[in-house]
């Protein structure tokens, strides 16, 4: 079965511009996690979505934002950003609640 | 908030000894821990899980404690291998939501 899928991989965009994530979760995960992960931060959490809505959402600013389409492929967007949003962009799916997470591979985003 | 930390960020073994990489967590409410092996330039690889109704459970190679009365989870992995040298990381969740908390990551390094 095939894994959870990021495009792109690598990005570089210059401050102020706006950028666009996509994730496709693996088959039959309706659930879509995204976190932020710098160095010596660890994986902070973005939000979650479930079947098109999203549950749960971490401690980031509006310019943060995500949306869930229909086959539970899953879009963030970062507006006006900064070079402090520099970071490998993670997706996660599952099955739902307090089931185990799988992660894509990344999309790394560089700001200058 | 939420809080997931490990004891120590590097850890260094010798080939075939056994590791025990550890993790303290603060919520008591947390019911539902993952340890993740993410080598680099790839994304978090789910390793073992373990509910909080359970105080071991074990995989290939690895077994993972949960101490709910200290908040302390470890991985142990037995004859470590050079393929295991990679950042480890714990993450917790509850119930209520499928929302992960993760640590900054230890990170393991095999010696041949």
């Known amino acids: 079965k095939a894994g959870v899928t990021q495009t792109p991989r690598y990005l570089i965009k210059t401050r102020g511009q706006q950028v666009t994530l996509s994730c496709s979760p693996i088959?039959?995960?309706?659930?879509v996690s995204w976190y932020q992960q710098t160095p010596g931060q660890g994986l902070q959490f973005l939000f979650e979505?479930?079947?098109?809505?999203?549950?749960n959402k971490g401690n980031f600013p509006g310019r943060f934002s995500g949306r869930q389409f229909s086959n539970s492929r899953s879009e963030m967007n970062v507006s006006t950003l900064e070079l402090g949003d520099s970071a490998l962009y993670l997706c996660?799916?599952?099955?739902?609640?307090?089931?185990?997470?799988?992660f894509g591979p990344g999309t790394r985003l560089t700001v200058t | 908030g939420e809080s997931v930390g490990l004891h120590l960020p590097t850890l260094s073994v010798q080939e075939g000894d056994n590791s025990i990489i550890n993790c303290a967590y603060s919520?008591?409410?947390?019911?539902?821990f993952i340890w993740y092996k993410q080598e680099s330039g790839k994304g978090p690889q789910f390793i073992i899980d373990?509910?909080?109704?359970?105080d071991k459970r074990q995989g290939q190679r690895v077994t993972v404690l949960l101490n709910k009365t200290v908040k302390h989870l470890s991985l142990q992995i037995a004859a470590t291998q050079p393929g295991d040298s990679a950042v480890y990381f714990c993450?917790?969740?509850?119930?209520?939501?499928?929302?992960?908390?993760f640590g900054t990551g230890t990170s393991l390094t095999v010696i041949p």
């Open positions: 996660a799916s599952s099955f739902g609640s307090d089931y185990e997470q799988y």
């Open positions: 088959s039959g995960h309706r659930s």
């Open positions: 979505y479930f079947s098109e809505t999203q549950r």
């Open positions: 919520n008591s409410a947390s019911d539902y």
């Open positions: 373990i509910r909080s109704n359970m």
């Open positions: 993450a917790e969740s509850s119930y209520t939501g499928n929302q992960f908390y």
